[in-house]
């Protein structure tokens, strides 16, 4: 079952099942499809020795934990689980910081030279709305709805809708 964030819908997180390697782990074709306890024997292929978290935003979790068929589901996911929510709580931080940090940039920037904080701020407003409607975009095929993304960016769903919509 995927594990979701209340800071963030656009991370979403699951067991990623792993196979074994020469090299050590590597991830199961196709494993993310199916249940990983599915994939515990080698009926259709390898079989899964280890699990991991992965993110819809592409991160995954750097530590293989070995399967233990002794364990049950939800003991061997709460690991996984807390490492994802750790990323997705990183995540929401070190965002907040950069915009503090470019807000204070602009700020000190405003009294020293005025002209280049404008261009900084409008080429940030431009950035930013590109940003915007390419997470618009992730949200929407992630499954959310306008409602949902109006309501992260604080607009109402039909304004949510008319801003981000694809042509």
Request: proline fraction near 7%.
């Amino acid at each position: 079952m995927p594990w979701t964030s209340e800071n963030t819908s656009l991370h979403v997180g699951h067991v990623e099942p792993l196979q074994r390697t020469p090299e050590g782990f590597a991830p199961f074709p196709g494993g993310t499809a199916l249940p990983w306890r599915a994939l515990l024997t080698e009926t259709a292929g390898p079989a899964a020795a280890a699990i991991r978290w992965s993110c819809t935003c592409g991160s995954t979790g750097q530590t293989a934990h070995p399967i233990d068929p002794a364990v049950t589901v939800d003991e061997a996911e709460e690991p996984l689980r807390q490492e994802w929510t750790r990323h997705v709580t990183f995540s929401a931080v070190q965002g907040i910081r950069a915009l503090a940090e470019l807000g204070d940039v602009l700020d000190q920037l405003a009294s020293r030279d005025p002209r280049a904080a404008l261009f900084l701020a409008r080429r940030t407003e431009e950035r930013a709305r590109e940003a915007a409607t390419r997470a618009a975009a992730a949200a929407r095929a992630a499954g959310d709805s306008w409602a949902d993304i109006g309501a992260a960016f604080g607009i109402t769903k039909q304004s949510a809708h008319s801003r981000f919509r694809t042509q």
